[in-house]
């Protein structure tokens, strides 16, 4: 936790940009009866039933100094998907960068060997020699500001059906791009000073005679 705190307190630094990184999905769902627009005197209305069609994973990459966020859609989200996002972060995103801080769960996805496993060696180290990896501890997904940025998503855009994968794709774009061009992003207060005192029952306690 102190160590994703520390990183949070660094001052930007183009050539070495915070990036938190997280994932989520969305189930698609087709209207199985056209919706009625709005009339007057008469809101719009849709059916309660739905079709299912299929589910999309999200991988959030969250840039909170320099008011960035790109949200990426994929089939599943395997070690190979996650590869191939970091792999955009290194050469599309940020292709000037020296490393790029990439804060993100400990999942056995998140891990070097995934580059190994998505591309051939001398590609993966590349890749891997662009990165500094920092992972929140077990049960404290709540210190990812992209985890943050995820709930943000769900409720201006996710919070109605959305047909297909294609659909997805074009709102959650149209969704970052607004929030790019406001400059919106997180301001971060929480420290590891207020972790020792706010979240002091999580630290060893320590006898003094010892």
């Known amino acids: 936790m102190e160590d ?16 938190c990184f997280d994932e989520s999905n969305k189930e698609q769902h087709r209207e199985t009866v056209p919706p009625l627009p709005p009339a007057p005197g008469q809101p719009a ?3 309660s039933t739905y079709e299912r069609n299929g589910v999309s994973n999200l991988f959030m990459a969250f840039a909170p100094l320099e008011n960035w966020r790109h949200v990426t859609i ?9 590869a191939h996002c970091v792999r955009d972060l290194v050469d599309v995103h940020f292709p000037d960068a020296e ?3 990439l804060v993100q769960d400990n999942l056995n996805t998140h891990t070097p060997a995934a580059l190994y496993t998505a591309f ?3 590609e993966a180290k590349r890749i891997w020699d662009r990165l500094e990896l920092h992972y929140t501890p077990k049960h404290g ?3 990812n500001m992209a985890e943050i ?3 943000v998503l769900s409720r201006q855009c996710l919070d109605r059906r959305i047909p297909d994968q294609a659909t997805l794709r074009q709102e959650t774009a149209a969704w970052a791009d607004r929030r790019n061009a406001a400059g919106a992003t997180i301001d971060w207060q929480f420290t590891t000073a207020d972790a020792r005192v706010k979240l002091i029952k999580l630290y060893p306690t320590l006898n003094p005679s010892e």
Not at 4 to 19: E, F, S
Not at 74 to 82: H, I, Y
């Open 4 to 19: 994703v705190l520390d990183v949070y307190a660094r001052p930007r630094d183009p050539q070495r940009p915070l990036v």
């Open 99 to 101: 490393r790029i801080v």
């Open 120 to 122: 051939p060696p001398a």
């Open 45 to 47: 209305r849709r059916e």
């Open 149 to 151: 940025e995820l709930s």
């Open 141 to 143: 997904s709540w210190l």
């Open 74 to 82: 994929t089939d599943r989200r395997t070690a190979v998907d996650w």
